[in-house]
């Protein structure tokens, strides 16, 4: 018997999306408490930001991930740099692909806006994940992540 492939389909995010991206986002980070409201005004707001996109995978018609890139000038990089700002796969769609696919697209979107460079951060526990962004080319830096709540 062979194996079915897993037909990934990569589209950018609408309106409608957001139960499936808030569902998402509760997955990855399941400590988090998060307001409805305040999540979605934030998600519209992103949606009409040139500097930012969200892309979306489907599988069988069900969004099975999310990836956010934000896109800003970088004096560093002595251009545009861009930021991979979330990268999602429902815990069922994990090892099928959805991950690779929505990476790749979202490198691509970073270059086709003229970006010299893509970062990301991930959470020490990440393994799986580490391996993927590795394996597509991401170098592991020597840094430590500072954050300041307001």
Not at 8 to 33: C, H, S, Y
Not at 40 to 59: E, G, H, M, P, T
Request: aromatic letters at 10%; hydrophobic letters at 40%; glycine letters at 6%.
């Amino acid at each position: 018997m062979v194996a079915s492939k897993t037909v990934v389909e990569i589209m950018t995010a609408a309106e409608r999306d957001f139960p499936d991206i808030l569902l998402l986002v509760k997955q990855l980070w399941p400590n988090d408490r998060f307001n409805e409201q305040k999540i979605k005004k934030v998600f519209i707001r992103s949606l009409k930001n040139r500097n930012q996109k969200f892309l979306i995978a489907k599988v069988d018609g069900d969004i099975a991930g999310f990836a956010e890139i934000q896109i800003a000038n970088s004096l560093r990089r002595q251009g545009y740099s861009s930021q991979l700002g979330e990268l999602v796969v429902h815990e069922k769609y994990r090892g099928k692909g959805v991950g690779k696919k929505l990476l790749e697209e979202s490198i691509k979107f970073a270059k086709s806006r003229s970006c010299k460079a893509m970062s990301l951060s991930s959470a020490n526990f990440r393994k799986i994940a580490h391996g993927l962004y590795l394996k597509h080319g991401f170098e592991k830096r020597d840094s430590t992540l500072f954050l300041k709540r307001f």
